[in-house]
């Protein structure tokens, strides 16, 4: 039956009440360290996009693995990224070896080949991984799923679908709006799957519940929101408590920040929205220093 469960609502007041306060004694190691890999040589804004907004959301440490023709843009932007280019990478699982979380996808194109090298190396070290799945690493997830059935063991497992990549993720078996079957297939693969639209929804798979986002606007539809949410995600997975927290008060985090540019702006630029994500994030924490 369609829309049989009831979805929790994501609130401002639900958001500030969890959001974490930095210890005075912090330092970087504290709050993760992330890889991104994306960005082939025409689509190396959504890596850019995706990197910004991760070091904007307060990662402790961001690497990206790209083409290397993305290298000095990426540099140029955002200085505080290390960067490393795919070409040069002789062995996948050292450089994953000591990153807390792993998002893959934004711009990585379609080639198989790579994406499968990526996934054989991050096998042995699935436990100890949080991994985030978006944009092209989703449809080539839907092509492998059988062979890529061990991420389900991650400590954490992210896919952040929009529509289309949803219709191949599910084999076009599954409407988004059938919440049941929706939230059993991210149980099924112990899942947070974070089905963007208007608005955002968030199966929590390993805890069998539902939630759905109370902001959003559509200032936002235009390429590299995505990337951005996922540079977002990633870069609060190593700050909250929990994985399933860092990714309701990201979604949140995300359109709430777009919501106060709407107010003022027709479109809502992506690299917009994570200039403002500090300030944003501060007034979230509420505290006064
Ligand atoms: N600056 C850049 O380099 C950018 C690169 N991008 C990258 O472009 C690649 C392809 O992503 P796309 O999403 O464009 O293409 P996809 O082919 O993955 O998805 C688009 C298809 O899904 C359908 N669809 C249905 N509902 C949709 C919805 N609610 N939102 C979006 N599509 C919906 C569309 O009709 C279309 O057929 C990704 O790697 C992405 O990261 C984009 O994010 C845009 C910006
Ligand atoms: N009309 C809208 N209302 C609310 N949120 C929207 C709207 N349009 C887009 N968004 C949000 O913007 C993001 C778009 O993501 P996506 O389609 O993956 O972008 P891209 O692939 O170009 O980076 C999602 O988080 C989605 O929820």
Not at 22 to 47: C, P, Q, S, T, W
Not at 249 to 271: C, E, N, R, T, W
Request: with cysteine; aromatic share 6%; hydrophobic share 45%.
């Amino acid at each position: 039956m369609e829309g049989h469960l009831v979805s929790r609502k994501i609130t401002l007041q639900e958001v500030q009440a969890h959001w974490p306060s930095r210890e005075k004694d912090v330092y970087k190691g504290n709050f993760g360290h992330v890889l991104l890999i994306g960005g082939n040589e025409r689509m190396g804004g959504a890596i850019q996009l995706a990197a910004n907004a991760c070091i904007l959301s307060g990662a402790g440490l961001t690497t990206v693995a790209t083409a290397g023709s993305n290298l000095p843009a990426i540099h140029s932007v955002r200085p505080e990224a290390m960067v490393v280019a795919w070409e040069a990478i002789e062995d996948w699982r050292e450089l994953m070896a000591n990153k807390d979380t792993l998002a893959i996808g934004p711009g990585l194109g379609g080639e198989p080949s790579s994406f499968i090298a990526i996934m054989k190396a991050l096998q042995p070290l699935i436990q100890e991984k949080v991994v985030l799945l978006d944009a092209d690493a989703l449809t080539l997830y839907s092509q492998f799923e059988d062979e890529l059935a061990f991420l389900s063991e991650a400590k954490g497992l992210i896919f952040t679908p929009h529509v289309g990549e949803w219709r191949r993720l599910c084999q076009e078996k599954i409407a988004p709006t059938d919440k049941e079957k929706v939230l059993d297939y991210a149980q099924n693969k112990h899942l947070t799957l974070v089905l963007k639209g208007a608005p955002s929804q968030v199966f929590l798979g390993r805890q069998g519940l539902i939630y759905e986002n109370t902001r959003g606007n559509p200032g936002m539809a235009i390429g590299g929101m995505g990337d951005t949410l996922t540079g977002i995600l990633a870069g609060l997975v190593g700050q909250f408590q929990s994985v399933d927290s860092a990714i309701l008060s990201g979604v949140f985090l995300h359109s709430y920040a777009a919501d106060l540019i709407y107010q003022k702006d027709y479109v809502v630029i992506p690299s917009r929205l994570a200039a403002s994500l500090p300030e944003v994030m501060k007034n979230l924490e509420g505290k006064n220093v």
